[in-house]
């Protein structure tokens, strides 16, 4: 069955650390494949997404994702994190499967500290 | 990135009272979606739609009803709200484009007391 699996429920970095956020799926193909962000008490705002190409792929507020076939992940990276960086992330799976689906990873909550 | 309007933002109702949460989109979007989300929880979709007069339930069975008769306008109805659908409900459109990129609403916070 496909899947998206995000195996940190939360993690804590320093301010101004490198970040690395972890997303596995399942599934036969390559999938399309997203990340978001939530602050709390909003709606879920789009950081990146990988189609096809180039495997590293820039998104917005400095992060970055790398997709890697052979180990069917697509990490999550920031070089240096800001305080404002804390919120949940969500990985997602787009599915082409007859018809469209997206599947949600239950997210990650990130926490910075000073 | 596709502008999608939730309303209200915050209710707080009684028990057994009928609400509506509006949900619009400025993008010409087909697709609509609406999710529900605990806090600090997973999503879990309740409903969507594919076009106007098009309307499906989603993985997550929900005492809620949706309808579209226009592209634009996707709203959600409670007929009798109960504590038990405190929750907040995200409303999402995608584009039809390659990848069906899905953008979401601010969300609207249901507290039902």
């Known amino acids: 069955a496909q899947s998206v699996t995000q195996p940190d429920i939360h993690i804590t970095v320093s301010e101004g650390a490198s970040l690395e956020l972890r997303c596995n799926y399942s599934y036969g193909a390559t999938p399309y494949l997203f990340w978001y962000v939530q602050s709390p008490g909003q709606g879920l705002q789009l950081l990146l997404k990988y189609f096809s190409g180039d495997t590293l792929v820039q998104g917005i507020k400095g992060f970055e994702a790398e997709f890697k076939r052979s180990q069917s992940s697509f990490n999550l990276r920031k070089p240096s994190v800001h305080w404002s960086d804390a919120a949940e992330y969500f990985c997602?799976?787009?599915?082409?499967?007859?018809?469209?689906?997206?599947?949600f990873g239950a997210g990650t909550r990130l926490f910075v500290k000073a | 990135e596709a502008d999608i309007y939730q309303t209200p933002r915050y209710l707080v109702i009684g028990t057994g009272k009928k609400i509506t949460l509006e949900c619009s989109q400025t993008m010409g979007h087909d697709k609509m979606y609406w999710y529900q989300q605990d806090p600090g929880m997973e999503l879990h979709l309740i409903h969507y739609s594919y076009g106007v007069n098009s309307t499906e339930k989603g993985d997550l069975s929900s005492e809620s009803t949706v309808s579209r008769i226009r592209t634009e306008h996707f709203p959600l109805t409670l007929e009798s709200a109960r504590p038990s659908h405190t929750s907040q409900y995200l409303c999402?459109?995608?584009?039809?484009?390659?990848?069906?990129?899905?953008?979401f609403g601010e969300g609207s916070w249901l507290t039902v007391v």
């Open positions: 999402a459109s995608s584009d039809s484009g390659r990848g069906n990129t899905i953008y």
């Open positions: 997602a799976v787009g599915l082409n499967t007859g018809g469209f689906k997206t599947i």
